[in-house]
């Protein structure tokens, strides 16, 4: 099956692309992985007419924005949790509450995990886009706005960013109004609901057994998790980060189980590498796609049938392109 999809990746001129959450087999054989950000530059950028994108959709949708004229197809049709928290009738909503408590001056940051709706929304009111790894230089670029931000749909990731720049934060429709007028970053409030899952608890279980073990986690954990960690990033830079230490340096790892797992094989038997929950962290769409269903997808597009192929609506696509070209000329 592997030389299938090799040939057929050949014959169709596509490019296999995988977000690092993905199963083993999907990532082994990619010919492109990569956090959300390397995956919208990298894959928006290649020479290849079709894009072959395991993970999911939010992610494969900023391809298309990024570049229109190439075919991005979806092996399996994948929803992040996240991302389905808001659309554009809870972001007008959200705006409407925020005008009627007396903030009208709002710069919005959409995380990447929003669909294209959302993006659109966020760059009529002249706001960007961010992904974990540049949020912070967004974040600097819309302080320089004087204006509120509002950031969506992850609470988590707009309060870990605020307390890193020392600015107070809150959430809508769970903090006081008053917390909210008072708030420098406003945060919707959507979440991760794998990275929910790590507790501060967990951070003491691990130091409690190993007592020089190193915490690494992504910042869409709770803040009360992320406060206690050694480091913090992307995926990618987890990534960066556990290859950097030495081989024998405990580390436990607070983010989806099929990227922990492949992140360091054990030495002389010994696991220096953990998932950082007795619960098994698992991202469900991401985890669903096999080589079968890309086998599947390269063989119906061969045969000119439709397959999952993204297709957004142009003037959408258009203003959200506005949006993601900010953030990567500002990252
Ligand atoms: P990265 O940008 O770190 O790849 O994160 C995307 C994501 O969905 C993490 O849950
Ligand atoms: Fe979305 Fe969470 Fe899955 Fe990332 S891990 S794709 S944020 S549901």
Known sequence: MKQQIRDLLTELDALLVAHFYQRDEIVEMADLTGDS?????????SEKSKIIFCGVGFMGQSVKILAPTKQVFMPRIACCSMAR????????????LLKSYGITEIFPITYINSNAEVKAKVAELEGVVCTSSNAAKILDFALKSNKKIFFLPDSCLGQNLASQNGLKSAVLGLDSVEAIKEA??????????VHQLFTPQDIDFYRAKFPDILIAVHPECQPSVVQKADFVGSTS????????????????????????????KPINGIQNTFVLSSTK????TMNETTLQDVLKCLQA???????????L???IAKSAKKALDKMLQLS
Not at 37 to 45: D, G, V
């Open 281 to 284: 962290p698992e991202c469900p």
């Open 237 to 264: 830079q987890i990534i960066q980060y556990v290859q950097s230490l030495d081989e024998a340096q405990k580390v436990a790892v607070g983010t989806e189980f099929n990227l922990v797992n492949r992140l360091r």
């Open 37 to 45: 950000l390397e995956l919208a530059r990298k894959a928006s950028a």
């Open 85 to 96: 928290m808001i659309d554009s009738d809870y972001f007008d909503q959200s705006i409407a």
């Open 313 to 315: 609506d142009s003037k």
């Open 184 to 193: 420098q970053v406003i945060c919707y409030n959507g979440f991760c609901s």
């Open 301 to 311: 597009i061969q045969k000119g049938e439709s397959y999952n192929e993204i297709l």
